[in-house]
C-alpha cells in the first residue's frame, strides 16, 4: 500500500523531466466466473488484476508507462525512467500536495455458499435454455462478477478514488433449425453485485428466452439486397446504430487520426434538425455510468450534436490537448495496461415528437429492427441485423434474417425524419473495443424512422 | 517470481492431484509518429501467472499482484476446482528435460526507435500518391513464458518482436478516406516502406472517386489479400479443436473432405520468415508444432491442445493458447490460437488475377469482420470498398458494398490464388500472426446501394 509522500515523490519524480502533466493510475481488480457447457459445470476461475499505470505529458506529447510491480521502488524507477524518456531536468518542478491515499483492496468475499448460489444461476439457465424444445448445438451459460478499485492522482493536486462493481449473466449458444445454424452471444448486466443482477432480471427466462430467438431468427425469410426505409425500436434496438454510426467518429481518436467524417464541423450541420445526440456517463444505474472516468474527472452530460448541429467531440485529457477542446469526462480504459483514450459511456438520442405508430404506418414497404448486433464504425460503417421484420403496406409483417445495414454517417444522419416520444432507456449495454481496449457502454434510442438504407441481405437473385 | 511458485508446487494442498504454473512476462518500447511529430511514447513491463489444478475438478486462478502468496493462489485454483462437474481431466506434461529458449537481443534504444520510426513515416508519407495524415507506430517487444508443474516439467522461452502499424486518413471534400496495415518482423530493418506504402495507396486510390455503380449480383471477384487477412482473423476458428468438439464450426464432422478449392493449402506453423512471431511452446508447455489443416482443398487437420487433441484422438499441435478473441476480461481457461496462421501463396500477381476477369470486382478494403461472420455456419455479410474490372482491367471505384456467402464455398469457388503474401497480424491483441494472399473467387454475391 502506497503512502501519502510515495505517490508524491512518484510524480515528482515523473515529472522531473520535460513535462508540464504527470498522472499515476492504480488498479486493484478482483473477478470471478463460473461456466457451463456440454452438461456440466465445467470452469470457475478467480482473477486478480493489479498494477499501475503512469502518464506523463509535455504539451502533446504523452508518455505512458505501465507496470504490475506496484511496489514504491518499482514505481519510483518508473518515474524516473518516464522522466528519462522526456529528458531529464535538474530541478523538479514544485507541485500541490495530495491527499492520502486510502489504498483499500476489497477481496471477493466469496464464501462456499456465495459460489454456490452463484453456480445454481448458471444451472438454471443452461437448463432453461435445454428445455425449450429448441436443437441447441451447444451452448455455454455464464456468471461473471468484478470489483474494481482505482485511485488517480495527478501532479495537479487531483486525488480520486473509486470502487465499481459489475455483474453479468452470458449465454453463447449454436443452434439449429430448418437445416441451418446460427451461433449469437447474449449477455445482461449491471453495475452492482450478485443481488443487484437477480433482483433485475430472471436468468433463467433470459437464457431460454434467447435460444428461442435465435431459432426464430433461423426459420425467418431471407431479404434480397435492397434501399428501403428503416424503422429502428425504440431501447436498446437502434442504439447501436448511434454508437456505431457516430459514436466512435466523435472522440478525439478518430479526429486526430484523421479517420472521422466529423472533423472540422464543429458548429455545422451535420444531421437532420430531429437528431440531438448524448453522452452521459453520469445517468444513475446504467452499466456506461462512473462516478469519475479512468483520469479523476467527473463525469456528465455531454450534447455531441443538437438539432443536428454539432457540437462537441468526447475528449480525454490528451485529445483534449492535441485539439484544444475542452477535457469532459471521457477518458476511458480497460485497465492499467491502457492509456487512456476519449470513449463513450451512456449514448443516446434524445426523444422527439413523432408518434410510433404514425412511423411504422408511413412505410409502404420497408424494414422494422427491434435489435441490432455489434458492428465496426468507419468512414463506411456496419451494423448486423439480429431481429427484424418486413413492414409491408404499413404494417409489420414477417420475420426476415441475415442482414447487415451499412453507410456513410454523414448521409445516414440526414436521412432521420421521424424520431418517437418516448425514450426508453435500455441496461443491454455491453463491451465496446476501441484504442484503450474494451470498456461497458450502453445505448439507446426512441423509435426512429431513416428514410432510406442500405440493407444487405442473403437472398440472392441473378440481375 | 517464479521461484515461490516452484516452491508451492512441492507443497501441494490436499485434494490436488497436479498443478501447473504458466508465467507470461514481456518488456516492450512503442512509439507512435503523427503527422511527422513523436505523438506517444510507451514503455511497459509485465510478468503475470496463471495456475491451474488437477484434483477434485481443474481449477484455474490468475494473478498480477506480484505480492500475493503463491500458495493462497493454488488454493485459490484448487477450490475453484471444486465447481468443476465435466470429466475432462486430462493430466499436464510428464517431466522432461528442463530447457528455456532466450533469444537474446539487445534491442533497440529509444532514441534509436525514434529515429526509425521518423524516418520510415517520411519514406512512407513520401511515396503515398495522395495527401494523407499518416499514424505509424513502432513496437518492440520481448516476450516469453514459463511452464512449470509439480511433475518437474519446466519448460520455456523469450523472444524478441516488432510490430509496425500505420494508418492512414485523406479528405475528399466532405468525406474522409482511411487505409490501414500491420506487420510484424524480427527486427525493425525487416519492415519495407514500399510494401507499407503500396498497400496503403492502394486501398486508398480505390476510395476516391467513387462514382461507379455495381449492380447487384454475382460476380468474379479479386479479394484483396488485406480483405483476406479481414476475414481469417476471425475466420481461423473453422479449424480450431475447440470449435470441432463443439461441432460450433462449418468443418465439424468434414475431416477428409473436399472443403476448399484444389488450389488451396492452409496451415499453421510456429514460426515463419515473413513473422515476427515465433512460438517454439504453446502455454501448457507442448513443443508447436506444424499444423497442416487444408491439402489441395480437403480438410486433414484441425488445431489442438492437451484436451481437444486428447478427445478428438488427434495428434497434439501446440496450439493451447488463451487470448484468441477480444474479451472484456482475460480469458484464464486454456483454448485454441493460431502461431502463425498461413493460406500459402499461388503463383500469379494481384494483375494476372484480375487481367484474365471480363467483367467482375475487385474488393480492397473490408470492415467488421467479428460481427459480420457466423462462425458456426460460416455465412458472412461483409461491408467492402469495391471497384469494376471490364476487360481485365480495374475501371471505375464504385464505393461500399457488402460481400455475401459462406466461407466454405468461398473457399470451394476459389479459382486462383495471389503470389503475393501479406503476413499481417491479429491487430487489437498482436499475438499472432495471420498469412494470406489476394483470392479469386467465382460467383461471389455482391449487394450494393
Known amino acids: 500500500m502506497l503512502k501519502k509522500d510515495e505517490i508524491d515523490s512518484i510524480l515528482e519524480t515523473a515529472r522531473s523531466g520535460v513535462s508540464d502533466f504527470s498522472e499515476l493510475f492504480l488498479e486493484d481488480r478482483e473477478d470471478i466466473g463460473l461456466s457451463m457447457s456440454s452438461g456440466s459445470m465445467d470452469s470457475a476461475t478467480s482473477m486478480h488484476i493489479h498494477g499501475a499505470g503512469l502518464c506523463v505529458m509535455n504539451g502533446c506529447h504523452r508518455i505512458y508507462l505501465h507496470t504490475n510491480d506496484t511496489s514504491f521502488s518499482s514505481l519510483k524507477e518508473l518515474a524516473m525512467k518516464a522522466a528519462e524518456m522526456t529528458g531529464a531536468e535538474q530541478n523538479p518542478k514544485p507541485r500541490k500536495n495530495v491527499q492520502s491515499m486510502n489504498g483499500k483492496c476489497i477481496e471477493v468475499p466469496l464464501s462456499a455458499d456465495g459460489m454456490n448460489r452463484r453456480a445454481a444461476v448458471v444451472r438454471d439457465m443452461y437448463a432453461a435454455a435445454m428445455a425449450t424444445g429448441v436443437n441447441v448445438r451447444s451452448l455455454l451459460t455464464k456468471y461473471s462478477e468484478e470489483v474494481q478499485n482505482i485511485v488517480v492522482a495527478n501532479s495537479d493536486g487531483l486525488y480520486e478514488e473509486d470502487r465499481r462493481t459489475f455483474s453479468h449473466i452470458r449465454f453463447n449458444a449454436t443452434v439449429e433449425a430448418c437445416g441451418s445454424g446460427e451461433y449469437d452471444f447474449g449477455q445482461i448486466g449491471v453495475p452492482g453485485g450478485f443481488d443487484d443482477l437477480m433482483s433485475s432480471v430472471d436468468a433463467a427466462d433470459a437464457a431460454s428466452e434467447h435460444v428461442r430467438r435465435m431459432a426464430d431468427r433461423l426459420r425467418a425469410e431471407p431479404v434480397v439486397s435492397c434501399v428501403v426505409p428503416v424503422v429502428f425500436e425504440g431501447g436498446a434496438g437502434g442504439g447501436v446504430l448511434w454508437h456505431e454510426m457516430c459514436g466512435h467518429n466523435l472522440e478525439t481518436t478518430s479526429i486526430i487520426n484523421g479517420t472521422s467524417d466529423f472533423i472540422g464541423k464543429i458548429g455545422r450541420r451535420v444531421a437532420s434538425e430531429k437528431v440531438t445526440l448524448i453522452d452521459d456517463g453520469s445517468i444513475p444505474g446504467l452499466c456506461g455510468t462512473e462516478k469519475i472516468d479512468d483520469e479523476g474527472t467527473k463525469t456528465r452530460k455531454n450534447v455531441l450534436i443538437e438539432k443536428g448541429i454539432l457540437k462537441n467531440y468526447l475528449a480525454d485529457r490528451f485529445g483534449s490537448r492535441r485539439l484544444n477542446v475542452p477535457m469532459n469526462g471521457s477518458g476511458r480504459r480497460q485497465n492499467y495496461t491502457f492509456a487512456p483514450t476519449a470513449r463513450m459511456h451512456n449514448t443516446y438520442l434524445a426523444a422527439g415528437e413523432d408518434d410510433e405508430e404514425d412511423i411504422i404506418r408511413s412505410i409502404p414497404e420497408g424494414l422494422y429492427v427491434k435489435s441490432l448486433g455489434g458492428g465496426e464504425e468507419g468512414t463506411v460503417f456496419s451494423i448486423a441485423v439480429k431481429d427484424a421484420f418486413w413492414i409491408k403496406n404499413g404494417q409489420i409483417d414477417h420475420r426476415v434474417k441475415n442482414l447487415t445495414l451499412s453507410g456513410n454517417a454523414l448521409e445516414i444522419l440526414k436521412r432521420v425524419d421521424r424520431v418517437g416520444r418516448r425514450l426508453i432507456k435500455d441496461n443491454r449495454g455491453g463491451y465496446c473495443g476501441a484504442a484503450s481496449g474494451l470498456v461497458e457502454t450502453t445505448c439507446f434510442a426512441p423509435m426512429i424512422r431513416v428514410s432510406a438504407m442500405n440493407v444487405a441481405g442473403s437472398g440472392t437473385r441473378e440481375e | ?449
Open chain 2, 1 to 449: 517470481m517464479l521461484r515461490n511458485y516452484e516452491s508451492a508446487l512441492r507443497h501441494l494442498p490436499e485434494g490436488v492431484r497436479e498443478a501447473e504454473i504458466n508465467e507470461e512476462f514481456f518488456e516492450e518500447t512503442t512509439v507512435t509518429v503523427a503527422d511527422g511529430q513523436i505523438a506517444d511514447t510507451r514503455k511497459s513491463q509485465s510478468d503475470v501467472f496463471y495456475v491451474r489444478t488437477l484434483g477434485y475438478g481443474k481449477g484455474y486462478a490468475y494473478t498480477e499482484d506480484l505480492t500475493e502468496n503463491a500458495e493462497n493462489v493454488i488454493r485459490r485454483a484448487a477450490l475453484n476446482g471444486t465447481f468443476q462437474e465435466a470429466e475432462d481431466q486430462v493430466g499436464f506434461h510428464k517431466y522432461e528435460v528442463p530447457r528455456f529458449e532466450d533469444e537474446h537481443c539487445d534491442g533497440y534504444e529509444l532514441h534509436e526507435m525514434i529515429d526509425h520510426a521518423s524516418d520510415l513515416a517520411n519514406e512512407i508519407t513520401g511515396k503515398i500518391t495522395h495527401s494523407v495524415k499518416l499514424e505509424l507506430t513502432v513496437r518492440q517487444r520481448k516476450a516469453g513464458q514459463r511452464i512449470v508443474n509439480s511433475n518437474g516439467f519446466d519448460i520455456g522461452y523469450a523472444k524478441p518482436q516488432y510490430i509496425l502499424s500505420a494508418l492512414a486518413g485523406g479528405a475528399e471534400g466532405d468525406y474522409v478516406h482511411a487505409a490501414d496495415y500491420t506487420r510484424s518482423a524480427k527486427t525493425l530493418d525487416d519492415f519495407d516502406p514500399d510494401e507499407f506504402a503500396d498497400s496503403l495507396d492502394n486501398c486508398l486510390s480505390r476510395q476516391y472517386h467513387a462514382t461507379g455503380r455495381l449492380s447487384s449480383g454475382s460476380y468474379e471477384t479479386v479479394l484483396a489479400n488485406t480483405v483476406v487477412r479481414n476475414i481469417f482473423v476471425t475466420a481461423w476458428q473453422i479449424f480450431s479443436g475447440m470449435k470441432a468438439l463443439s461441432s460450433s464450426t462449418p468443418a465439424a464432422g468434414l475431416l477428409n473432405k473436399q472443403i476448399a478449392s484444389e488450389l488451396i493449402n492452409i496451415k499453421d506453423i510456429p514460426s515463419f520468415a515473413l513473422s515476427g512471431f515465433d512460438i517454439p511452446y504453446d502455454c501448457e508447455g507442448t513443443k508447436c508444432k506444424e499444423a497442416d489443416l487444408v491439402r489441395s482443398g480437403v480438410l486433414v487437420g484441425f488445431m489442438q491442445n492437451l484436451s481437444t487433441s486428447a478427445h478428438l484422438s488427434m495428434e497434439n499441435t501446440g496450439n493451447a493458447g488463451r487470448r484468441a478473441l477480444l474479451s472484456g476480461s482475460i480469458p484464464i481457461d486454456v483454448g485454441v490460437i493460431p502461431r502463425n496462421f498461413i493460406i500459402e501463396p499461388g503463383e500469379k500477381d494481384p494483375k494476372e488475377l484480375i487481367g484474365e476477369i471480363d467483367k467482375g470486382a475487385y474488393i480492397t478494403s473490408s470492415s467488421d469482420v467479428f460481427h459480420t461472420i457466423d462462425i458456426a455456419s460460416g455465412d458472412f455479410n461483409i461491408p467492402c470498398l469495391a471497384s469494376k474490372i471490364e476487360n481485365g482491367i480495374v475501371t471505375e471505384n464504385c464505393g461500399p458494398v457488402i460481400i455475401t456467402g459462406n466461407l466454405i464455398d468461398l473457399l470451394k469457388n476459389a479459382d486462383a490464388v495471389g503470389s503475393d503474401l501479406y503476413m499481417g497480424v491479429m491487430d487489437e491483441l498482436m499475438n499472432y500472426g495471420i498469412g494470406v494472399p489476394s483470392l479469386r473467387v467465382r460467383d461471389l454475391y455482391i449487394s450494393s446501394e
